[in-house]
């Protein structure tokens, strides 16, 4: 990956709705080099999918959670239960498992305490934990989804 590369990955992660003309232009390409190079990094996995980034409080998803998770067993077994039913709920945006004092991490969205109240029923009624913390957001800071792409 050279340093044009980086920098259609930069267009592209601000807006992936420009033309490929438009995302040439701002890299110093023309259009057909430039379409060459997008399709080699999404064949390359380097692009993963192109989407539209959606404001949760517009459509009544106000309330952000953390969840850590905690549990006493750390078999293969309950780890894929424990995967394959987290990674199906739809407020689940993202799902990481930890290294330190809590086992997995969580970021959920739902529409208010009562979403957040069957969700959290919902997930520990999946497996057995040993502790789940829910911490609120009060307020967006910074959101990106934009990666810092290394020069």
């Given amino acids: 990956m050279d340093a044009i590369d980086r920098k259609i990955l930069g267009v592209l992660q601000n807006d992936a709705s420009l033309?490929?003309?438009?995302?040439?232009?701002?890299?110093?390409?023309?259009?057909?080099?430039?379409?060459?190079?997008?399709?080699?990094?999404?064949?390359?996995?380097v692009i993963l999918r192109r989407v539209a980034l959606v404001d949760q409080d517009r459509v009544g998803l106000g309330i952000s959670v953390f969840?850590?998770?905690?549990?006493?067993?750390?078999?293969?077994?309950?780890?894929?239960?424990?995967?394959?039913?987290?990674?199906?709920?739809?407020?689940?945006?993202?799902?990481?498992?930890?290294?330190?004092?809590?086992?997995?991490?969580?970021?959920?969205v739902v529409p208010d305490m009562p979403g957040y109240d069957a969700f959290?029923?919902?997930?520990?009624?999946?497996?057995?934990?040993?502790?789940v913390t829910s911490r609120f957001a009060m307020e967006k800071i910074k959101s990106t989804t934009a990666l810092p792409i290394p020069a």
């Avoid at 078999?75 to 086992?103: C, I, N």
Wanted: charged letters at 25%.
């Fill in 19 to 45: 033309s490929v003309a438009d995302i040439g232009s701002k890299v110093g390409l023309s259009s057909t080099p430039c379409w060459k190079r997008i399709q080699r990094l999404e064949a390359d996995g």
């Fill in 67 to 108: 969840v850590s998770v905690e549990t006493g067993d750390h078999s293969q077994e309950w780890l894929e239960r424990f995967a394959k039913t987290v990674g199906a709920m739809p407020e689940v945006m993202e799902f990481y498992r930890m290294a330190g004092d809590v086992d997995y991490m969580l970021r959920v």
């Fill in 120 to 131: 959290y029923r919902r997930l520990i009624a999946t497996v057995p934990l040993k502790n």
